[in-house]
């Protein structure tokens, strides 16, 4: 095929080829003898990018341009250089470049045009990332700012310094009556440094199936312990005092939350895992956050003091209008500081199924509202105070059904050293079982589950005959660390019990864990009745491999789950009688 039937006429032949100089890295057009020219000289000539006037088999005079430059004057380098008016043409199998020239010998080649729908996935995909980018660095920071919202106390050997996910956990939840922001200056003391006004100690069981809620009374009379205390100076041990109003148990003489954990302990016997503190503001702003807390209320409320005024009936109510809900004392009941703890209670009851309702949860707008809120709010020990410590935290929490959280109260009585009745103190008969249910993990709202688990395990043991109490002969050793235990024990079984045949046999020779009870065979009625008198589990029960004397007693040994005569060893198989209960998941109408 010529030249003419390629359309290329006077310009290159076919035979024509691009070669590669070594030496210079430039194509240049040689000739083939082939199709009738002279055969190309062996040395080496530079290419134009146009067919010269030499005569063929002769070196080529070099062009002084730059190989495969364009002429300036001509239009956009299509003209032949240093030919004006001479188009170019590409010679057969010639690589593509600017004028015709070989890649290398000018710009790049131009890359193949990639599909609209790649372009497409290569410009979402750079807008997806960057959006991806974009919103985590905006989360980190709001993450931040979140953790910087949160207030920490370092307390000083007070709780367990953490949580475990196969444990119980004890939180105290202390509400402060500290007159701090917007709006509290008028509300009491404005110069108070605050008192644990409203104290909740919440106990999550360890399968997380149900809470127990238990509000101390303010003016409760106890003993504060001394206590540790860390500041700017260096830790300093705050003394205790004896016979004092427990709200003083915070914030007086320096007293920091740590204080209160350890007052609530020795009256309880619990150890408190960590404590939440919130003060005024926490109210107003966590119940707005959420969209309002309904509340119910059996008659017209008109409370000068607190401000508080309602309709009979429900309402939504938030911000101020909550903190007088939560604070009124005279609306509600005796107008004492026991029925104050009722409506607050009812109140929390309330406010925790509106947090865990799908209109909360649902909303992005009231979640990060009260993400805020809650920051802001709150004070906790350093153990929680960070956010992903209070989201595990909250996780954990957040597994209990609001039917399976009980509020209760600390069981008291007015105070006898009183003739004015102001304060109230420990009714050590019911709050003693109450305090063995929390100590052995057993909900007020599960007990009926608990007393089948226990009697299925002692079922083995414990199946048979029962002696007559007054045939139940025992001696009581204490072992348990408690001052006096086996002498209130043996006091309680002869003298509400029957168990005549009891003696007192004084110290362990070590203290233990666990209460014992060590019998032979041929006692194992008489181990039955007692085991049945204390609520012993049937860990308890030791029995040997020979037969004891007609006199021989058996053997009780008081452990560190002993906590007062009369109280089974594990836990009341029911709510001890007059123990105040509230379920979270029912509203109560304030009366």
């Known amino acids: ?118 372009k497409a996935l290569i410009w979402t995909s750079g807008v997806t990332a960057g959006v991806v980018t974009a919103l985590a660095i905006t989360a980190y920071a709001y993450y931040e700012h979140l953790n910087s919202n949160i207030s920490t106390v370092d307390i000083a050997g007070a709780g367990s310094g953490g949580f475990k996910k196969d444990q119980a956990i004890n939180i105290l939840v202390i509400g402060t009556d500290k007159r701090t922001g917007d709006g509290n200056e008028g509300y009491g003391d404005r110069n108070s440094e605050g008192h644990a006004d409203t104290t909740i100690l919440f106990h999550v069981s360890k399968d997380r199936t149900n809470a127990t809620a238990m509000s101390i009374p303010r003016d409760l009379m106890t003993d504060i312990p001394d ?55 926490a109210v107003k702003t ?12 059996n008659k017209d409320v008109n409370d000068k003091q607190s401000k508080l005024r309602l309709t ?58 009260l993400a805020e809120a809650a920051t802001k709010a709150l004070t906790v020990d350093t153990g929680i105070g960070s956010i992903d410590k209070l989201q595990d935290l909250g996780m954990e929490l957040a597994k209990v059904n ?38 052995n993990d057993i909900s007020l709202t599960e007990v009926k589950k608990k007393e089948k688990d226990a009697k299925s395990a002692q079922a083995a043991l414990l199946k048979g005959p029962r002696a007559e109490a007054s045939d139940v002969r025992v001696d009581v050793y204490n072992g348990s660390g408690r001052t006096g235990g086996a002498q209130a024990t043996i006091n309680w079984l ?3 019990q029957g168990v005549l045949k009891s003696s007192n046999r004084s110290n362990a020779p070590q203290e233990i864990d666990r209460t014992t009870l060590e019998f032979a065979p041929n006692q194992a009625d008489q181990a039955r009745k007692l085991a049945d008198l204390m609520g012993l589990p049937a860990t308890a029960l030791k029995q040997g491999t020979e037969d004891a004397g007609e006199l021989e007693p058996m053997k009780l040994t008081l452990g560190g789950d002993f906590k007062a005569a009369g109280v089974p060893i594990t836990g009341p198989a029911k709510t001890p009688e007059g123990v105040q209960k509230v379920v979270a998941d029912k509203q109560v109408c304030a009366e």
């Open 1 to 118: 095929m010529d030249a003419h039937s390629r359309g290329r006429a006077d310009d290159i032949d076919p035979a024509d080829q691009w070669v590669l100089n070594p030496q210079t890295g430039n194509y240049e057009l040689r000739l083939d003898h082939s199709a009738g020219h002279s055969a190309p000289s062996e040395q080496p000539s530079r290419s134009t990018g146009r067919r010269g006037a030499n005569t063929p088999g002769t070196p080529r005079t070099p062009s002084p341009r730059t190989p495969g430059a364009a002429d300036p004057k001509s239009s956009a380098g299509s003209r032949t250089a240093g030919v004006p008016g001479q188009r170019r043409r590409r010679a057969p199998g010639a690589p593509d470049g600017p004028g015709g020239t070989p890649p290398g010998a000018g710009r790049r080649k131009r890359k193949p045009q990639k599909s609209r729908k790649k």
């Open 312 to 369: 009979k009936g429900k309402h939504v109510i938030e911000g101020e209008d909550a903190l007088a809900f939560v604070r009124t004392r005279h609306a509600f009941g005796n107008e004492s500081d026991l029925d104050r703890i009722k409506t607050q209670q009812q109140f929390l009851g309330s406010m925790i199924r509106k947090m865990k309702s799908s209109e909360t949860l649902t909303s992005p707008s009231k979640l990060l509202d």
């Open 494 to 496: 002869q003298n509400d």
């Open 402 to 439: 609001p039917k399976n959280i009980t509020f209760t109260t600390l069981p008291v009585m007015d105070n006898p050293a009183e003739t004015v009745k102001a304060t109230v103190v420990v009714d050590e008969a019911k709050a003693q079982p109450l305090f063995s249910m929390l100590q």
């Open 227 to 281: 206590c540790e205390t860390k500041t700017p100076e260096g830790t300093k041990v705050i003394p205790g005092q004896q016979n004092v109003r427990f709200n003083t148990s915070l914030g007086q003489t320096g007293r920091d939350p740590g204080c209160t954990m350890r007052t609530v302990k020795a009256i309880t016997g619990l150890t408190v895992d960590h404590f939440m503190m919130a003060d005024f503001n």
């Open 286 to 297: 966590l119940t707005s956050a959420i969209g309002g807390v309904e509340v119910c209320v």
